[in-house]
């Protein structure tokens, strides 16, 4: 999706779905200024990527075609969690979701771009594991729920909008 971003210079969200400071999550927090509010809003994009990117590997389990999946050097693909940060007027809040989720009402520019936060190679067996078991944290899996919380304690790495033709060619 990062690819397809810098190709069109614009990205439709799935389902034009993005996590936002609503005032329902505002609402569900009785302390926090906007910036902790915002990184709360930054962890759940941060685990719905985490969905996308166990979509993603179970689309090319089903699929017969090659895919273009950057392997390790073991030959297992890469996954790393990534966040966009924009600034995109006219979402409309989604409380039947959850407390931070909006829908978009167009694609995503790379104007409106505030910064990319992706996690680090270091990241990367955690966030594995994570993909492995997202479905099952969802459905209230405590085991699941833990191996989350190991790739959820990995930071993302902040980049500018700039920077990300340059990230995603070192990935």
Known sequence: ML???????????IGATAFAVTPAL?????????????????????????RLLA???????????PRDVAPTATGSPVYRRAVIAADVPGAKLRPDLDDAVVKLA??????????????????EPEVAKAVDVVDAADLGDTDAEFVLGDA????????????????????
């Open 106 to 123: 167009g694609p995503i520019t790379y104007s409106q771009i505030a910064s990319v936060h992706v996690d680090l190679a270091e990241a």
């Open 26 to 50: 505002r609402e569900a927090y009785a302390s926090g200024d906007d910036e902790e509010l915002a990184e709360v809003a930054m962890g759940e994009a941060a685990r719905a990527s985490l």
């Open 152 to 171: 959820e304690d990995h930071q993302l790495a902040w980049y500018a909008a700039q920077e990300l033709p340059f990230l995603l060619e070192l990935l």
């Open 55 to 65: 979509a993603e590997r179970e689309d090319i389990a089903d699929s017969d075609e």
């Open 3 to 13: 690819r397809q971003l810098v190709a069109d210079r614009e990205l439709f969200p």
